[in-house]
């Protein structure tokens, strides 16, 4: 499919996560805890539409005989369409999901810097996140603050809530709030890689 505008996502890197997690145990009585929205590229509504074209053999029997698609076979075997919310494999599914997020956070007093892509604040609240794709990473002090967040996301996703922000972005980290240290590190990472790649250590 070709799509005419950028669907580039600007979003957290790596540099930006670790800095946050130095913020925070940088912070007197600062905590940490991470949030998933899930299926969060699909039923996003598109301005405009998309078309596409599936080979009936390619749709299982159970989904023709639901929709009563046999009858919209043309003669080559196509089924034909019209695609009117984000679903995988759409280029621009990831930049519109983003926009309505950043449209729905914003009712709530949530905006995105406008110098560092992926570092989200409240206009008002001392609370603060990293957000890549759906995944947020949350610095707060006061636990009302990011229980406005957690209600502002659910009013329109389903996500998961990991108090103890244990995982993020592939990185497992361990939190010492006591002496202020953050651990951060990969478990199995390297014997992926040395299997992977067929190397000898």
């Known amino acids: 499919m070709n799509y005419p505008d950028d669907v580039g996502t600007p979003t957290a890197d790596l540099l930006l996560v670790k800095t946050h997690l130095n913020?925070?145990?940088?912070?007197?009585n600062a905590k940490y805890l991470t949030?998933?929205?899930?299926?969060?590229?699909?039923?996003?509504?598109?301005?405009r539409y998309e078309y596409a074209r599936v080979h009936s053999d390619d749709i299982p029997d159970e989904i023709m005989?639901?929709?009563?698609?046999?009858?919209?076979?043309?003669?080559?075997?196509?089924?034909?369409?019209?695609?009117q919310k984000g679903m995988y494999g759409l280029p621009q599914a990831g930049?519109?999901?983003q926009e309505l997020?950043?449209?729905?956070?914003?009712?709530?007093?949530?905006?995105q810097s406008n110098i560092v892509n992926g570092l989200w604040k409240h206009k008002t609240r001392p609370i603060s996140f990293c957000l890549v794709v759906?995944?947020?990473?949350?610095?707060?002090?006061?636990r009302r603050d990011v229980d406005h967040l957690i209600s502002?996301?659910?009013?329109?996703?389903?996500?998961?809530?990991?108090?103890?922000?244990?995982?993020?972005?592939?990185?497992?980290?361990?939190?010492?709030?006591t002496n202020r240290k953050a651990h951060i590190h990969m478990p199995g990472y390297l014997e992926k890689a040395f299997a992977r790649f067929n190397h000898t250590k």
């Open 35 to 47: 949030l998933d929205i899930h299926n969060f590229y699909l039923n996003t509504p598109m301005e």
């Open 152 to 177: 502002a996301i659910r009013k329109y996703y389903t996500m998961t809530v990991d108090e103890d922000a244990t995982k993020y972005i592939g990185l497992t980290i361990d939190w010492d709030y």
């Open 23 to 28: 913020s925070t145990i940088s912070t007197p």
């Open 101 to 111: 997020l950043a449209k729905r956070l914003a009712e709530h007093g949530y905006h």
């Open 65 to 83: 005989n639901e929709y009563k698609l046999r009858e919209k076979v043309d003669e080559n075997g196509y089924v034909y369409i019209e695609i």
């Open 95 to 97: 930049i519109i999901a």
């Open 134 to 142: 759906d995944d947020f990473a949350v610095k707060y002090v006061d």
